[in-house]
Each structure stands twice: as C-alpha cells, then as structure tokens.
C-alpha cells in the first residue's frame, strides 16, 4: 500500500542515440574459405582437396579452397587417402613442399590432378613424391592443346619430383586415351619412371586406330630429368600405340629410356603414324636415337650433339652397375670424361658377358662441328649422328676403356648439404629456413609451440615422425627437410550454477584462441541469470563468443540478478501475510530491486525484500 505523503515527480526525458559503427573494410566474398596463410597441410585432409582458381565461396577443410587472382598456394604433408585437383580458369602458382600423395591403392585415383584451364605453375620445395592409381597419370594434365592451361615445373638444386603414374597412366602427363600437351620442365630433379604402357613424360596408353599425336608441346629446358617409360611407351612421348610432336630438349641434365618396343625419345615402335618435331638443341642428354626413324629422327643444334663412336672387341673384366648394364668411359687427350652408354649390336647376356663385339656406344660432345683427338676423328653429321672415321683400338694409349657403375651422370658430392626448415601453424622452428651444413656434420632443430598450443607433427623428408621438441640431424650426408606442424590445446570448462540449476551439459571441451561457442543456460527462483563468470563473484564473463584464452582446465559460475522492482509509490508496505491489514514487515521505497517468487489469485505478489520474505500489492511491483 502506499504511503499518505507529497511526493514531488520530476520527469527525465533522455535521448539516446545509436551510432552503428561498421567495421573497416569488409571481407572480400572471394576470400571466403580460402586456406589459412595458403597453405592446405594433406596430413590433416579429411577428404579429396581441390584447388579453385575462379574465385568464388567455397566449403572449409574437406573440400575446395580458391586462390584470388595473382595468389599462390603451398600443398604439404601427407596422405595415402586423398588426393588434389587444381581447377579453375586463372593462371595459378602451386608450391609442393615436402609433399607425399601415394594413393597408388585406388584404382582411377590421381595424386594430382590438373583440369585448370589457365596455366599451372608448380615450384617443388625438398622432397615430394606422388603415386597415382592405375589408368591414372602420377602428376595427371589430362587435355589437347586449347582444353586446359600449360603446365610448368620448376625447383632448385635441393628440390625434387619422384611422380609414379599407375598401369596404362603416364608418370608426368596424361592416363589412358588422353591427350598430354604443354608440359615444360625448367628445374629441380624429376624422377618419371613410368608404370606398364605409360611414358615416362608425356601420355598413357591408348588402344583407339586414330593416327594422331597423344604428346604434344613437350619442353625440356633445365634441370635434371629421368624419364623411363613402360612396355611400349617413349620415356619422353606418347605412351603404347601412339605418337607424339613438338618436342623439345633445349637444357639440362636429361635421361630418357624407352620402354621394350619403344624409342626412347618420341612414340611406340608399333604405332600408327611416325612422331614430328623432336629437337635437340641444349643440354646433356643421355638417349638412344638408333631406333628413331623418319620423321622421328631428332634434329639438333649446337649445344645437345650425339656422337656415334665403333668400339673393338675386347674383353673386359666385368663390373655392373645396380641394374646390370654395361657403360664405357673414355678419357681423351684433353682431360675431358665423356660417359656413354653402351648399345650391343648382338644379344649379351645383360647382367653377366664380355662387353660385345662391335659394340655402339653414344659419346655426348658439346659442338655439332667435327672435332678431332689424337687417334680418333669425330666425322660430319649423318642423320643426327657423326660416325668415327678411324677406330680406336687398345694400344693407343690416348683412349682408355674401362666400365662405369652408374647408368647415369651424377653430380659431384658437395661438401655441403641443406636442411630446409619450415612450420605450419603457431610455433617456432630453429634455426629455419635453409641452413648449411657440412658433411658429416650433426644439426639439432629446436621446436617450440606457442602458448595453447602444442607440437602436432614433425615431418622428416615426407614422412611422419614422433612429435620431438627437438630433432637432430646425424652425420649429415644429403639434402633434408624438417616441417613442425602445431596445433591448439583443448580444455574443459566446469558449470557451477552458483544456488542456481543448470539447464544442460555440466562440462564442455575446449579448443585454445578458438570461441568457446554455445553455452548451457541456468535457472533460480526470483532471479534473472546474468551468464558465467571467472569468479563466483566479480571475475571476467565468458560468452559464447568469447575465445579461450586461458592455458588451463577452468569453473564457470552463474552470476544473478534480482528480477523485479517496487513502482509507482515512492514507499510502499510489505506485509507478513497478502492482506493490508496484516502486520508490515518492512518498507521499501520506489526503484528497490526485489525477489519476484510468486503470484497469488487476490492480487498480492510474494517477493523477497532483502533478507525478508513478504507479500506486496501487485500493482507495485514490476518485473524487470
């Protein structure tokens, strides 16, 4: 009831005003679920990646991710489940950085595949390797000249591509009945040692009575290059049946080994047309022509000569290299070593005879004029070729022959060797990036994850090892690389509800400088929950939106509030029973926040009024 007293009313008009703020510079809807810092790590995939170039909204991890137009993109980790597709219709630069795909398990499945209608340029870091299954190309660009964008690779000296097509795929190109074409190799060591029916570089096995190229525009203009194809199949060309065009050697360190019935450097021996436009015009190239004829019969240029040099019979003791073949090495008087490779006119027993009779061996000389040492004459071209005008023989003594055990030229040892250090995710890796070290020497990385997170993986020259934080290197004596992957904590929250009930789970996990997301709800009779709290009472709130912060297991507690106020009457009465006429408990003056617990049918309202418990008029209470 009120109270017989003047009270004054003073009226507050107040106005408010809203200021909307936006934020500066809104996310551009091209960048919406593209990869965090651009790197998609295959180890953590939870299914096939693919890689758009088009620019437009995207799903998260387990799908698509887009590069915007001038971006680049790294792929890392690795995986025997998943493989990558690059698409789009922009130019697009992928870096492969200690990457390993082998889904050689799975029949039609590529480890990479290209269908991009701009150009693909991919730069290899360390070591990577792709496995493909079968009728499926290792590194797999499916398409004629015009369909899809051009494809080109390059690495350092450090850097290197092992592709693995499976039966009937290409190892660098096409898979069965497709066309490979615009390939160019500019660096890095490529490794291409193609499966049955498949080249090596270039395209895979193809039945169809069509006489047309399945390889064109393939270039070759630097690094080192070993491209060994399956039955029937170029090691650099067309794959079973078919033949190719436009192909250029122009630099650095190429071996090419056909496959039985196959030339080493353009098309199938059965196929239905010759192949065109094969050209040697730089670099170290390490093939057999004497199967090229006709139209595939390579022209050369100064730079990239293949000299035919008549060896004598002669019987020498026997050393073989790992895979049974025989080479010869001849000094010559200027301290020049040239290595060839020897090409039996006879059937030798491969793993086990005399070096033959009359045996063809290739010396690879950097002129296409004709040069002249003491006892040997290296005459004008024939064909592609020079022949010897004098044979050596064995008592002059400016030609020594002898066996070399390797199939193919390698690089010197270097004394020095680099470990290419990187992380994904937050942490720290020292030292990073490429450290010299020499050999024999030990090198010790330090991992540190930063605070909430801690040490996911470590990758050790593509392959997974024990988390460490700290990984040595011993007696160094290759190239190597190391890549710290990290990941956040996860913690749990306790709910206590603080004389409250909880309405949901009790506990919930979770994950560092993530939001801590939905949140259960609480209930008290005669109280307004206000949320949770650090602190039982005063502390920090933490909503749903709030990021967790904290590097421990943490209690929440309900913080309340009083959920109804005295109006209208500046005093009004609280009485021990719902009647005026009852004994008054206590006064309480307008804006006194009170307990709302319950209404009764006369009119009365039973509240609590600080530590008082009573009921007052209805009409003088609000709930707020």
Partial sequence: MCEKRTVRSIAFIVILSLIIVFPMGLPDSKAYGTVPENVVDMSTAGGDVTISSDGIDTVAMTGSYVIASGESITITGSTSDYGVTISGNDDVDVTLSGTSIDVSGTDNKAAA??????????????????????????LQKNGDVGEVGALTINGGSIDSLDAQGGNFGADIGSNSDKVASNITIIGGNITAKGANNGAGIGSGYDEGFQSYPKAKNIVVSGGNVNAIGGYGAAGI???????????????GFVTAEGGTNAEDIGSDLNAYDESTGIKL??????????????????????????????????????RLDL?????????????????????STGSPNEHGSDFPADAAAYIYLPTTSAVTYTGITVGEYLNGYAEVVSTPTLSNQNIILGLEEKTEPQPPVPETYFIKASKSGYGTISPSGNTKVSSGDDRTFTITPNKGYHIKSLVIDGKTVKAVSKYTFSDVKANHSITAYFAPNKYRLTFNGNKGKIKGAKTKIVIYNAKVSKLPTAKRTGYKFKGWYTQRSGGKKITSSTKM????????????????????????RVHKNPSKNSKTIRFAKRGTKVCYIKKLKNGWVKVKVGNKTGYVDRRYVRKI
Avoid: Q
């Fill in 113 to 138: 595949d290209i269908t991009n209608k701009g150009d693909t340029n991919i730069t290899l870091k360390g070591i990577n390797v792709l496995k493909s299954g079968s009728d499926s190309a290792g």
């Fill in 237 to 251: 060309g067309s794959g079973t049946f078919k033949c190719a065009e436009n192909i250029t050697i122009s630099g």
């Fill in 281 to 318: 015009i730089g670099g170290s190239i390490f093939a057999d022509f004497t199967k090229n004829s006709g139209t595939s019969s390579p022209t050369t240029s100064d730079g990239a000569a293949v000299y035919k040099v008549t060896v004598p019979s002669v019987s020498i003791p026997e």
């Fill in 323 to 343: 895979k049974g073949n025989k080479l010869v090495t001849v000094p010559l008087d200027d301290g020049n070593e040239y290595k060839a490779k020897t090409v």
């Fill in 549 to 572: 912060r904290y590097t421990r297991d943490m209690r929440l507690y309900a913080h309340w509030s009083k959920n109804a106020k005295i109006v209208k009457c500046f005093v009004v």
